[in-house]
């Protein structure tokens, strides 16, 4: 099946943000892809703006939009956005918090969303003042191949993977906004092969590209690991699309001689 990656760096234009992503998706499908995977934030970069004032329910124009293009070029998208969740009082003041949601859209109109369950609370910043967390675990099945969805942090979580992987999926997409500093990009690296290995099942991590500005929001270095760790195909620090065949028939023959997911 083969699947591309997107890599692109968005801003705080929500309209710009679309115009990369149905010029990324349809270049993939010219090249047959059967999927296109996005980054975290493709809707919003973090940074540029609120995002509560760009945040939209499923049935809203953004989503409707790539449904569209899915529909047209017969691809499944897969993208980050934000939607409305609740308020939320920090220190006196009422936050409008947002989901930090990725949506897998098929061609046939299937939208299938997982919010991100594990927020970015730590070293100071706490995500979860303007983020809601999520509670549920989600997969889906496309073209016959069973895929599951997590995002960004979540990959400091390898039980999540493990549960994905107990839960079918032989192929789990992580969008990431991987903000830059002092070995973030070697711990990305490591950490999506750890992922990989933790479920035996490939992980396919698209970033967003590595800004030159003071706080870039992201390294890049987009992915394809095998269920083994192994790196099939990797970009640079810049806006890139790849494009991999990926074999998820690979998997079982992987869990076969290392049959790890379900010994907890």
Not at 39 to 44: C, D, H, S
Not at 56 to 61: K, M, N, Q, S, T
Not at 224 to 251: C, K, R, S, T, W
Request: net charge neutral; glycine share 8%.
């Amino acid at each position: 099946m083969k699947i591309a990656i997107g890599q692109i760096g968005t801003d705080a234009d929500k309209t710009a943000n679309f115009a990369l992503v149905a010029q990324a998706v349809i270049t993939a499908a010219m090249n047959h892809a059967r999927l296109i995977l996005f980054p975290e934030a493709t809707m919003r970069a973090f940074g540029t703006g609120r995002l509560d004032e760009i945040a939209e329910p499923l049935d809203g124009p953004f989503v409707s939009a790539l449904a569209g293009l899915a529909k047209n070029y017969n691809i499944a998208i897969v993208v980050g956005m934000f939607r409305p969740a609740d308020q939320h009082v920090v220190s006196g003041r009422t936050i409008n918090r947002v989901y930090n949601t990725t949506v897998a859209i098929c061609p046939d109109g299937t939208v299938v969303h997982y919010d991100k369950i594990h927020t970015y609370d730590a070293f100071g910043y706490r995500e979860s003042d303007t983020i809601k967390p999520g509670k549920n675990l989600v997969t889906f099945t496309y073209n016959a191949v069973t895929f599951g969805l997590a995002t960004c942090y979540d990959l400091r979580f390898p039980q999540q993977f493990r549960q994905l992987a107990r839960r079918g999926a032989d192929i789990i997409l992580v969008p990431t906004s991987w903000a830059d500093g002092p070995g973030k990009l070697q711990q990305r690296q490591l950490l999506i092969r750890a992922r990989a290995l933790d479920a035996t099942s490939w992980v396919i991590a698209a970033d967003q590209t590595h800004h030159a500005t003071s706080h870039p929001r992201g390294v890049g270095h987009s992915a394809f690991v095998q269920p083994d760790g192994m790196i099939a195909l990797e970009a640079g620090p810049n806006a890139q699309m790849l494009l991999y065949d990926v074999d998820p028939h690979l998997v079982h023959r992987i869990r076969e001689k290392l049959p790890v997911i379900y010994g907890d």
